[in-house]
Protein backbone atom coordinates (compact mmCIF):
# COMPACT_ATOMS: atom_id res chain seq x y z
CA UNK A 1 0.00 0.00 0.00
CA UNK A 2 1.19 2.89 -0.70
CA UNK A 3 1.92 5.68 2.30
CA UNK A 4 -0.64 8.68 1.42
CA UNK A 5 -1.84 10.91 3.63
CA UNK A 6 -5.23 12.18 4.51
CA UNK A 7 -6.15 15.86 3.86
CA UNK A 8 -4.37 18.60 5.66
CA UNK A 9 -5.37 20.92 8.41
CA UNK A 10 -4.30 23.25 10.86
CA UNK A 11 -4.68 25.90 13.79
CA UNK A 12 -2.93 28.33 15.44
CA UNK A 13 -2.20 28.29 19.46
CA UNK A 14 -1.69 31.49 20.01
CA UNK A 15 1.90 31.28 21.49
CA UNK A 16 3.88 34.39 20.49
CA UNK A 17 6.28 32.93 18.35
CA UNK A 18 5.70 35.18 15.84
CA UNK A 19 2.88 38.31 15.15
CA UNK A 20 0.68 36.27 13.78
CA UNK A 21 1.25 33.47 16.61
CA UNK A 22 1.95 30.15 16.71
CA UNK A 23 0.80 28.05 12.77
CA UNK A 24 0.64 24.26 12.53
CA UNK A 25 -0.08 22.28 9.68
CA UNK A 26 -1.08 18.67 10.37
CA UNK A 27 -1.36 15.60 8.25
CA UNK A 28 -2.52 11.83 8.95
CA UNK A 29 -1.89 9.13 6.84
CA UNK A 30 -4.23 5.91 6.66
CA UNK A 31 -1.77 4.04 9.30
CA UNK A 32 -2.46 6.46 11.55
CA UNK A 33 0.84 8.42 11.49
CA UNK A 34 0.61 11.88 11.85
CA UNK A 35 3.33 14.23 10.32
CA UNK A 36 3.27 18.19 11.48
CA UNK A 37 5.12 21.23 10.55
CA UNK A 38 4.98 24.34 12.96
CA UNK A 39 5.30 27.13 10.27
CA UNK A 40 6.29 29.69 13.21
CA UNK A 41 9.56 27.83 14.04
CA UNK A 42 10.52 25.86 11.48
CA UNK A 43 9.62 22.73 13.18
CA UNK A 44 8.53 19.66 10.93
CA UNK A 45 8.20 16.35 12.91
CA UNK A 46 6.77 12.83 12.66
CA UNK A 47 4.69 11.45 15.81
CA UNK A 48 6.07 8.74 17.57
CA UNK A 49 3.28 6.80 18.29
CA UNK A 50 0.70 6.53 15.73
CA UNK A 51 -3.12 6.97 16.34
CA UNK A 52 -5.73 4.55 16.03
CA UNK A 53 -7.98 5.49 12.91
CA UNK A 54 -11.13 4.48 14.22
CA UNK A 55 -10.73 7.10 17.09
CA UNK A 56 -8.69 10.11 15.06
CA UNK A 57 -12.02 9.75 12.33
CA UNK A 58 -14.10 10.59 15.34
CA UNK A 59 -12.32 13.20 16.81
CA UNK A 60 -13.41 17.27 16.53
CA UNK A 61 -10.73 19.30 14.64
CA UNK A 62 -9.96 21.02 18.22
CA UNK A 63 -9.36 17.28 19.70
CA UNK A 64 -7.33 16.70 16.54
CA UNK A 65 -5.08 19.73 17.24
CA UNK A 66 -4.50 19.20 20.96
CA UNK A 67 -3.82 15.71 20.13
CA UNK A 68 -1.22 17.05 18.10
CA UNK A 69 0.21 19.74 20.22
CA UNK A 70 0.48 17.50 23.01
CA UNK A 71 3.24 15.22 21.04
CA UNK A 72 4.31 18.03 20.25
CA UNK A 73 4.76 19.65 23.38
CA UNK A 74 6.22 16.35 25.30
CA UNK A 75 8.89 15.69 22.50
CA UNK A 76 6.70 12.44 21.47
CA UNK A 77 8.29 12.71 17.83
CA UNK A 78 11.41 13.27 15.78
CA UNK A 79 12.93 15.79 13.36
CA UNK A 80 11.13 14.84 9.56
CA UNK A 81 14.07 15.17 7.39
CA UNK A 82 12.04 14.41 4.43
CA UNK A 83 10.06 17.81 5.65
CA UNK A 84 12.52 19.69 6.31
CA UNK A 85 14.00 18.65 2.52
CA UNK A 86 10.23 20.07 1.49
CA UNK A 87 10.49 23.03 3.29
CA UNK A 88 13.21 24.49 0.83
CA UNK A 89 11.27 24.16 -2.30
CA UNK A 90 9.14 26.75 -2.97
CA UNK A 91 5.98 24.51 -3.56
CA UNK A 92 6.18 22.41 -0.62
CA UNK A 93 3.53 21.21 1.31
CA UNK A 94 0.54 22.88 -1.16
CA UNK A 95 -2.14 21.57 0.45
CA UNK A 96 -1.40 22.88 3.97
CA UNK A 97 -4.09 25.44 5.55
CA UNK A 98 -4.19 26.92 8.80
CA UNK A 99 -7.90 27.64 9.91
CA UNK A 100 -6.89 30.96 12.60
CA UNK A 101 -4.76 32.95 10.45
Request: net charge neutral; glycine share 6%.
Given at each position: ??????????FN???????????????C???????????????D????Q?????I????????R?A??????D????????????????????P??RC???
Amino acid sequence: MAFQYLPADGFNTGRLYQADGQRISYVCNAEGVIRFKDHSRMIDGVCRQPVRMDIWNRMSPITRAAAVMSRYDHCEYDYDREGIAQRLQADAWPAMRCTNN
